[in-house]
């Protein structure tokens, strides 16, 4: 929004929940998103209230040896797992990313995982692809987990089994059994039997016979698992639907009380659902409401299903369009009522699983460039695919993955993210109620490859150079860190105890020391060196940093010592800061000499360095910051133990790899009474920045660190909050206002005031 005279106009951003505006927008300045976006968004996240900020950093959970697609899986709250899919492995991990179990000997190969559907219910996931049958994960504790394929239920008594069957050839192809029971031959009078027919079942007039070996295309050896009819030559026979020789489902899902799959290489448009309440029965028996389904999706929009969606209704994507399977309130979908309803003709890529986000269904279209959401228009009374990417379709890049963060323990905002091919993520923010939709893109230090949900959390596996080498990573967000691939540092605990003095709890007094009212007071009583004493866990050679606070000291000097080492002495009212090395002994003393009087209080004790070991980043430019990313700690090369030396100490330090951050506005631009200032030469001469939570930021070429640095990096310093000026100069057709970081410190902005002189 723009305002004022000629000469000076007010352009006010307060949102920009249309996040990164694709080129092409530049001259929409009729369109309310051209206000609200930007021309850059990258590396930061929208907030719903309209603001932006840097997005989260990453720990560095585990090393996942090889290139990985990642998936959910969520048992109950507090047993959520990530399954990374890699060449004939599934490596599975606790929502702390702690590797729980391997699974060797999959069916899938490293091409195949990227192309992998997986559901899960309970305690059991399925994983589906149409080149391999389809494969069973179970649950067996919160840290076992065991693979197998997929198996149809049997009959107790061997035979039959409950799957679905089908004739591919033609209606009037005949077998003819050579015998009723035990083994025997089946001769077909056209050529049906190939090699990957072994070991497959067939049904001859309703009973199975099972293939031992191929004699020839029309002959096969067989043992009959059920009694025959006859030995006539019949054409009411079919073979199993899911084979080698036919293919597999290539996808499926859990909904209303039954497994579907549907999709597979000869019956691209097939669907079939289990009985209701058995996963693993898909008998179609007689047809009644319970049991199992087999049908073909017979619209114009079908010629290959990809993905199924359980959502209130069940959805199908294919190839050719959208289609959805209408779903009574009152009842279930079942074998006499199944329907398909064809919605919309975009159709959806094979390499991006759709995710359920706001109330709609967001999927890839099978161009690759523009992402749809499959939603319910109540007042058309049919589902629509709007191309929530419109805007932004810049940032979609021949998608190959995706993944929904529903918010966390720490943020409400709810993201959708689809992985490129070229490494970087385009993000989604929505709020349908609110009208709020905005892409950004994140980037990193090498190539995100995939991205999960894990409970509350979101992990990516992401590919990185290190050292000269090529590692594939499993790292997890976190808002509370601003660099990538940290890991995980523990905070030194307080060794001193009751250092408040609420009681005499812990201390030792030493003559003329009495505790009481909050503080140590020591009298001056004492005629030699006195000591108030506590025993403290520390280390010999170890560096500690001692707080203390003095106050109505009218005489002597009081000494701070750890295990031996001591600091310099104090002898007026303070707050002091010591860095003592222990020595020996393991007691944290204030010794007062003859004549000291006085109080001592606030007292902390805690162990620090100013080495670092990041062992993972090896020979790697790093940055540091410290008091939980609230300072800047400095920029060094990890050496070849993965080391960096802080210039003072500190308590705790993140080491990690620094991303950019920038957020750039669209070209400021108004009407005025003359006309509008498109294509004229404009100035920003004034920028206020309404920033919160913020600790460095630079704007346009202005570098504001905006909070107090501690040179003993003591405690964090006093994010910011309120108004900041900035003055910029020069002349542009276009001009912008550009945010960046120096350095990892936390952003965040809540709009702009921009004054253009024209």
């Known amino acids: 929004m723009a305002t004022g005279t000629d000469s000076n106009i007010a352009a006010l951003q307060t949102s920009f929940t249309s996040g990164e505006l694709d080129p092409l927008m530049r001259m929409r300045t009729d369109l309310k998103a051209y206000f609200k976006g930007g021309r850059k968004a990258r590396n930061v996240a929208l907030y719903a209230q309209g603001g932006v900020r840097r997005r989260p950093g990453t720990f560095f959970r585990a090393d996942l040896g090889a290139d990985s697609i990642l998936h959910e899986f969520s048992y109950t709250e507090g047993q959520d797992y ?69 198996v149809f239920e049997i009959h107790s008594s061997g035979a039959p089994t409950y799957q679905p069957y089908y004739k591919f050839l033609a209606a009037t192809s005949t077998i003819t059994p050579s015998a009723t029971t035990g083994t025997g031959t089946a001769t077909c009078n056209v050529d049906l039997f190939v090699s990957g027919h072994v070991d497959t079942i067939m049904r001859y007039k309703g009973k199975e016979f099972q293939i031992d070996s ?47 799959m549907a999709g597979s290489t000869e019956r691209p448009d097939g669907l079939w659902g289990s009985k209701v309440a058995a996963f693993f029965n898909f008998d179609v028996g007689t047809a009644i409401a319970d049991e199992a389904l087999d049908v073909s999706v017979a619209t114009d929009s079908t010629a290959e299903i990809r993905h199924l969606v359980s959502t209130t209704n069940l959805q199908l994507f294919s190839n050719g369009g959208e289609i959805y399977v209408p779903q009574s309130i009152t009842g279930p979908i079942t074998p006499e009522n199944i329907r398909f ?167 030792t007094k030493g003559t003329g020391w009495t505790i009481a009212n909050g503080v140590a007071t020591c009298s001056g009583s004492q005629s030699s060196n006195s000591d108030l004493e506590q025993s403290v866990s520390t280390t010999n050679a170890k560096t500690y940093r001692v707080k203390f606070e003095l106050s109505n000291v009218t005489a002597g000097s009081i000494t701070p010592i750890v295990a031996g080492g001591a600091g310099s002495s104090e002898t007026e009212d303070g707050i002091y800061t010591k860095f003592i090395v222990a020595s020996t002994g393991s007691n944290l003393q204030f010794r007062a000499d003859s004549s000291f009087v006085g109080n001592i209080d606030n007292v902390s004790c805690v162990e620090v360095s100013k080495d670092f070991t990041a062992a993972h980043l090896l020979n790697t430019d790093v940055k540091a910051t410290v008091n939980s990313a609230a300072q800047f700690g400095g920029s060094f090369t990890a050496n070849g133990s ?100 120096a350095v990892p410190l936390p952003f965040s902005l809540r709009g702009l005031y921009m004054e253009v002189i024209a």
């Open 341 to 507: 309803i064809p919605q919309t003709p975009y159709g959806a890529s094979q390499k991006v699983n759709p995710i359920k986000f706001d109330g709609a269904t967001l999927y890839l279209q099978r161009t690759g460039k523009v992402i749809r959401e499959f939603v319910w228009n109540d007042s058309e009374q049919s589902y629509t695919s709007n191309a929530v990417s419109i805007l932004s379709n810049h940032l979609i890049n021949d998608g190959v993955d995706s993944a929904a963060l529903l918010g966390t323990t720490t943020t409400p905002e709810q993201y959708a993210f689809f992985v490129n091919a070229d490494g970087t993520v385009a993000v989604f923010h929505s709020i349908r109620n609110e009208s709020l939709a905005g892409w950004v893109q994140w980037n990193t230090n090498g190539n995100y490859k995939s991205f999960t949900q894990v409970g509350s959390s979101l992990m990516a596996a992401v590919e990185r150079t290190i050292n000269g080498s090529t590692v594939y990573w499993l790292e997890q967000f976190d808002w509370d860190i601003t660099l990538d691939a940290v890991k995980a540092t523990t905070t030194t605990t307080e060794l001193s105890t009751n250092g408040s003095f609420a009681t005499d709890v812990s201390w």
């Open 214 to 260: 191929i004699t020839s295309p029309t002959v096969a050896v067989i043992t009959v698992l059920e009694t025959l009819a006859s030995t006539t030559a019949d054409a009411d026979w079919e073979e199993q639907t899911f084979s080698a020789v036919r293919g597999f489902p290539r996808c499926g899902t859990f909904h209303d009380q039954r497994l579907y």
């Open 642 to 741: 993965g080391v960096i030396s802080l210039t003072e100490f500190a308590p705790q330090a993140d080491v990690g790899l620094d991303f950019v951050m920038e957020l750039e506005t669209m070209p400021v631009d108004a009407t005025t009474r003359t006309g509008t200032l498109t294509g004229s030469v404009k100035r920003i001469g004034r920028v206020v920045a309404s920033l919160f939570a913020t600790q460095a930021i630079t704007l346009s070429g202005n570098n504001l660190i905006l909070s107090q640095v501690n040179t003993d990096f003591s405690q964090p310093p006093v994010a910011v909050e309120g108004e900041f000026q900035f003055f910029m100069l020069g002349f542009e057709l276009d001009p912008t206002v550009v945010l960046t970081q």
């Open 82 to 150: 990530a399954l990374a899919f890699q060449n004939t492995k599934c490596l599975i991990y606790d929502d702390a990313g702690a590797l729980v179990q391997t699974l060797t000997s999959c069916p899938w190969n490293a091409a195949q995982t990227k192309e992998l559907t997986v559901a899960y219910s309970a305690d059991t996931i399925i994983v589906w692809h149409k080149d391999f049958a389809m494969y069973k994960i179970l649950r067996t504790g919160a840290t076992s987990f065991t693979g197998s394929n997929f």
